[in-house]
């Protein structure tokens, strides 16, 4: 299994639908999880973090279950703004410090297209 | 948005000449970063920095190197580069503080060795 997989994507979805990505990771000992959004040539950037309880966020709303490994973002009421690829990033400390116990692991991503 | 600047924006060069990414930031963040994305891969770490002359390699550090000799600047050299090393590269920071997750990116550096 890969370190991070994502749904391949694309998803074609029409405004106002509900959608929803899927995540897995490998390592068991992953500790911290976060979904990333990246519009069409621009950098990264951090859309939320996944927490144990599930959270959600205005029309977001991501999931976290260790057991089967596995992370989730639904997007509800679909905008056009919404068009991007998301990231799916698992964070695993290597128990020692400086940033290299950092260790941030991006999926290939998953690509959204949401259509009037 | 977080101050962060890396130039060239866009390159184009040719197969075994040298190359400078500069990554710039005023956030005086002490962590630095430095990744690759090409496509059917995700963004893949090349080199870190945690402090001022402080780096580490990546998962994919064959043919890179980087110097940190100020907080602010971070700089990615390919010594010789190869058509393999044509990529968007994208530089990063963080405050790791509160390890919350967070990288904020520059926005990109699009290099074509042919």
């Known amino acids: 299994r890969k370190e991070v997989e994502q749904d391949p994507g694309p998803f074609n979805v029409p405004e106002g639908a509900t959608v929803a990505f899927n995540c897995t990771y490998s390592?068991?000992?992953?500790?911290?999880f976060f979904w990333y959004r990246q519009d069409c040539r621009k950098e990264p950037k951090l859309l939320m973090s996944?927490?144990?309880s599930g959270n959600e966020d205005g029309r977001f709303t991501a999931q976290l279950n260790r057991a089967s490994q596995y992370i989730s973002l639904l997007i509800r009421d679909s905008k056009l703004s919404d068009s991007a690829t998301y990231l799916c990033?698992?964070?695993?400390?290597?128990?020692?410090?400086?940033?290299?116990?950092?260790?941030?692991?991006f999926g290939k991503g998953t690509k959204l297209s949401v259509i009037p | 948005d977080a101050g962060i600047t890396q130039s060239p924006r866009h390159k184009v060069t040719e197969t075994g000449t040298p190359v400078t990414l500069r990554c710039h930031q005023t956030?005086?963040?002490?962590?630095m970063y430095w990744y690759r994305q090409d496509p059917g891969h995700g963004l893949r770490l090349i080199h870190y920095?945690?402090?001022?002359?402080?780096?580490d390699k990546g998962e994919v550090s064959d043919g890179y190197s980087v110097s940190r000799s100020k907080t602010e600047d971070f700089l990615l050299t390919l010594e010789s580069a190869t058509s393999s090393q044509t990529s968007v590269y994208f530089c990063?920071?963080?405050?790791?503080?509160?390890?919350?997750?967070?990288?904020?990116f520059g926005e990109g550096s699009r290099l074509t060795v042919l």
């Open positions: 920095s945690y402090g001022v002359k402080d780096t």
């Open positions: 390592n068991s000992a992953s500790q911290s």
């Open positions: 990063a920071i963080s405050d790791m503080r509160e390890a919350t997750g967070e990288l904020f």
């Open positions: 990033v698992v964070h695993r400390a290597a128990g020692y410090s400086g940033a290299g116990s950092y260790q941030l692991t």
């Open positions: 996944v927490y144990s």
């Open positions: 956030e005086n963040h002490r962590y």
